[in-house]
């Protein structure tokens, strides 16, 4: 164990009775209340477990029950007892923590022996090997001295130990091998020398330029990653920041070159989705997580962020199993107030993070939001890895980002049964407290990876006293008791309360808040506030809330406190009228809609109804229960309402309900309705066709604006929008404003269309708009153009696909003969020929004299093809030609089969 006095010095405390070997990891005490109820195989596995760290031979740590510590005489009397009967010699007694004894085994006996012989004895509480620490953990890299992020001895002029304390959590782990950490940035210099070792591969691609996908995860090739943004296999950096990023999570530790990452060894996955210029879409970024997803990533690194939000990445972000970091953003804001994606979204698995200086202060640059932020990390002037086998300091969140997914990452090397959930809020609560981010990040506090190693708690930790409260019974219109509710901060960080504190569902307006000292206050560890709440029921009945108290305690970010009581009417009518209001909706003209209305006494004392006034036309009253009736308590009356429209129009009317209710003497009912000839949607287009006449083969057309309306009179729902017909490839769509949109009548939305010809001749197609208009589920816009061959290559196959039916397995199908066709106007070169798709080795090529030829206009080449089925059930792949065609680089002839 390491006990920090000052940076670039070290003091070691040897605590022999804990001590365990970096290498082999921590390895906790023995129960013997468990153990001697484990099997004899469990035993020896457990003695394994114990004795794989290095270790000193013919020594043992024991601790006696506490029953027999406390009392001196007694341990000496038991201990003596027990060590005796295998000739065991006691070294050391350590007086601070009682019954726990070094002792010294006889040469004839093995360490295996002794220790089964004390895990069997009930005195004895644990036993554990005299474990050999290694001190010296800095690495040899050549530019230690330069990260003062993860050892901070004032070298920049900052502040000692305003650091992650990386060296001290190197004691106990530098990383795992096993651990996958996915960087989603600009992509990777894998081939970088304090990067190379470190870099994540995919087993499941057994060749890496087969062209084949072995693994079928989608991604042909990807033995090392993804380029989203090119959609290659070669996720290669082309920006630096990416790389800069990767070296501060696992820039290979202690091999004398350069930089070491937070983690000495860990498998960094690249997975490019931003280009050159640091910029990239959103969806690449989703599918880049979702490659991380099922990829088997442990931590998900994002040091980017910026446009509006997305449900769609943040769905990506919830259905992850890793741990997801994301930098908080450098505009220098509060979160709060103006969110920052994706580190705003609420997932359970994310962790945002704002950058700190060396002083321990908040980088000026850096957002912040003591809601919407969780953590601070170094980010001001950071040395790391770029490019080309090169160093240099960036500062950023983006670079704060990677020193938490490094964390994270050794987190899960030490312990690797922790779940994504369980890593995020041991980082989280174990964060240095300082006065900087105060208020600012959820957690007050910055990055500790030796505290998240160990579990040393440094959050806050909200209670309530009393935790809830019933007020009994009350009259309706009085007041209850003042209840005083004291708010305390029982953990190790200042609590920061937020601004709003506020009654919640179901019954709020039952309640009332006042005399609060709690909302926006900063309590400091031990202190507390109050606030006062009462019950001040309006109606009768067990009415319910909950006092709802925001702060920023990792574990509890939103308090309730239940309130309840009981109103008890006072002897007064009470008018209740259900539903309080009208709504016909839409009727048709000349037609009729009706609607009752009951009345009910929900107070004591009778209730003595007036006469019920009637509504302006086209509204009427048909029956009437309740005019001049009294009704007893819990008794009820109707009234029904009638709306005829003798026009189209919108109308509005009211219904006055006089009674001797104290409290509502007169009840106004709001009565509105639509009258309308035609209750359809009705869809329209304009222009309701086109043809783009000619356009040269590979290039585009002018633009051709489509307006969809809706002309009749309910709300046009608009579904799907899609090209189809004989040629859809042969023209797009961009700008559609329509897809999934409602049309209230009268209005419309627009898209765009263009003819982008890739082959010579006529084209057609639709564009097929799906909607609720009954008369027309389905339009379609016809769409026409004529494509004008350039003077190219034009690669085509003879037939375009085959089915060989159903063959027996282990026999061979009959062979089909495929010609392909130069059509074009100049040489087609012909590359490779191979089968792919999801069961390429069910079929055979042979007799192929394409691959490799070069074809003049008008001349053919063929090749055969054969199912050879080796499984039953249908099977599918594609015969690949690879070519010059410009419009055709990669023909694909269809093949199925069905074994049986």
């Given at each position: ?76 009397d038991v201990?003596e ?20 004894q ?62 992650i ?8 782990t ?24 470190n ?12 062209g ?17 943004a ?25 091999n ?24 990239g ?5 989703i ?22 939000y ?31 994606y ?15 200086t060396?002083?321990?202060g ?6 912040y ?14 040395y ?6 090169g160093?240099a300091s ?9 020193h ?120 400091i560890?031990?202190a ?99 005019s001049?009736?009294?009704?007893v ?9 009638r ?44 222009p ?15 633009v ?17 929008v ?8 042969q ?15 009268g ?8 003819y ?11 564009i ?33 696909s085959?089915?060989?039916g ?26 490779g020929?191979?089968l ?41 792949a ?8 410009p ?14």
């Amino acid at each position: 164990m390491i006990m920090k006095k000052n940076k670039g010095s070290y003091s070691y405390l040897f605590l022999i009775a804990l001590v365990f070997s970096a290498a082999a990891g921590l390895v906790f005490p023995v129960n013997i209340a468990v153990a001697g109820n484990i099997s004899s195989a469990d035993t020896v596995s457990m003695i394994d477990s114990l004795l794989s760290a290095e270790h000193i031979e013919g020594e043992l740590i024991v601790k006696f029950r506490n029953d027999i510590a406390m009392d001196s005489a007694l341990l000496a009397d038991v201990s003596e007892q027990v060590h005796s009967r295998i000739g065991s010699v006691i070294e050391k007694e350590f007086g601070k923590l009682k019954g726990l004894q070094q002792v010294k085994v006889p040469g004839n006996v093995s360490l295996r022996q002794a220790l089964k012989y004390y895990l069997a004895n009930p005195q004895v509480e644990y036993v554990e090997p005299n474990y050999i620490v290694h001190a010296d953990l800095l690495p040899n890299d050549t530019s230690f001295s330069q990260l003062w992020g993860l050892n901070n001895t004032g070298q920049t002029g900052g502040t000692n130990d305003a650091d992650i304390d990386a060296p001290e959590a190197w004691d106990l782990t530098t990383g795992s091998g096993s651990v996958v950490i996915a960087v989603v940035d600009t992509g990777v210099d894998y081939n970088h020398t304090d990067l190379n070792s470190n870099i994540w591969t995919n087993t499941g691609e057994t060749n890496c330029s087969d062209g084949i996908d072995n693994d079928a995860n989608g991604y042909v090739d990807d033995c090392r990653g993804w380029d989203f943004a090119n959609n290659d296999n070669n996720p290669m950096d082309d920006n630096n920041h990416g790389t800069h990023v990767s070296g501060t999570i696992a820039a290979e530790g202690n091999n004398a070159n350069g930089v070491t990452g937070v983690n000495w060894t860990a498998s960094i996955m690249p997975l490019k989705f931003l280009d050159a210029n640091g910029s990239g879409s959103t969806a690449n970024a989703i599918s880049a997580i979702l490659y991380a997803n099922a990829n088997g990533a442990d931590v998900i690194s994002n040091s980017w962020g910026g446009g509006g939000y997305s449900q769609a990445l943040k769905d990506a972000i919830d259905a992850s199993p890793a741990v997801v970091v994301c930098a908080a953003g450098n505009d220098g804001t509060n979160n709060d107030s103006i969110a920052h994606y994706p580190s705003n979204y609420t997932s359970v698995n994310l962790i945002s993070v704002a950058a700190t200086t060396d002083t321990d202060g908040l980088a000026s640059f850096s957002n912040y939001g003591v809601t919407s932020v969780d953590i601070g990390a170094p980010g001001v002037s950071i040395y790391s890895t770029v490019r080309n086998n090169g160093y240099a300091s960036y500062s950023g969140t983006s670079m704060a980002t990677p020193h938490v997914s490094g964390v994270a990452g050794l987190v899960k090397a030490l312990n690797p049964a922790f779940s994504n959930l369980e890593i995020r809020s041991r980082v989280l609560n174990t964060a240095d407290p300082i006065n900087s981010l105060s208020g600012k990040v959820a957690t007050g506090g910055r990055l500790n990876a030796y505290n998240a190693l160990t579990g040393v708690v440094t959050a806050p930790d909200i209670s309530a006293t009393p935790p809830n409260k019933d007020f009994g019974t009350a009259t309706v219109g009085s007041v209850s008791a003042v209840q005083v509710f004291t708010i305390s901060n029982d953990g190790t960080s200042d609590l920061v309360i937020g601004n709003n504190i506020y009654l919640t569902a179901p019954n709020p307006y039952q309640f009332s808040l006042q005399n609060d000292t709690c909302a926006g206050a900063t309590l400091i560890p031990g202190a507390s506030c109050t606030m006062e709440a009462q019950y001040v029921p309006t109606k009768t009945g067990t009415m319910y809330s909950d006092i709802a108290i925001g702060s920023n305690d990792p574990d509890t970010p939103k308090l309730y406190i239940a309130l309840t009581g009981t109103g008890v009417q006072v002897q007064d009518p009470d008018i209740s009228v259900t539903p309080s209001s009208v709504d016909f909706g839409y009727v048709t003209v000349g037609n009729s809609s009706d609607q009752i209305v009951t009345v009910e006494n929900v107070g004591v004392n009778d209730l003595i109804i007036g006469s019920v006034t009637l509504p302006l036309s086209p509204f009427s009253i048909t029956a009437d229960n309740c005019s001049g009736l009294t009704l007893v308590s819990s008794a009820t009356c109707t009234i029904t309402y009638r709306f005829s429209p003798a026009s189209e129009a919108t109308f509005v009317s009211s219904s006055n309900i006089p009674s001797n209710d104290p409290d509502t003497p007169d009840f106004t009912v709001s009565l509105t309705g639509v009258g309308i000839t035609v209750v359809e949607p009705d869809i329209s287009a304009s222009p309701a066709n086109r043809d783009f006449g000619t356009v040269d083969v590979g290039s585009v057309s002018a633009v051709q604006v489509f307006t969809i309306s809706n002309t009749g009179a309910l709300d046009l729902v608009l579904r799907k929008v899609y090209l189809t017909g004989p040629n859809p490839y042969q023209f797009s769509l961009q700008n559609d404003t329509c897809a999934g949109a409602t049309l209230i009548p009268g209005a419309s939305c627009t898209m765009e269309a263009q003819y982008v010809p890739t082959k010579a001749g006529t084209m057609y197609a639709d564009i097929a708009i799906g909607s609720n208009d009954p008369d027309t589920p389905k339009l379609y816009i016809a769409l026409t153009g004529t494509g004008v061959q350039v003077q190219g290559p034009d690669i085509s196959a003879t037939p375009v696909s085959k089915d060989f039916g159903i063959v027996a397995v282990g026999s061979v199908s009959v062979v089909q003969v495929f010609t392909i066709s130069n059509t074009g106007a100049s040489n087609l070169v012909i590359g490779g020929v191979y089968l792919t798709g999801p069961n390429p080795y069910q079929f055979s090529l042979q007799n192929d004299t394409c691959g490799g030829t070069t074809l003049i206009p008008g001349a053919s080449c063929t090749m055969e093809a054969q199912y050879v089925p080796t499984k039953t059930g249908l099977m599918y792949a594609k015969i690949g030609i690879d070519s010059n065609d410009p419009d055709t680089p990669h023909l694909y002839v269809d093949l199925n089969g069905t074994g049986q």
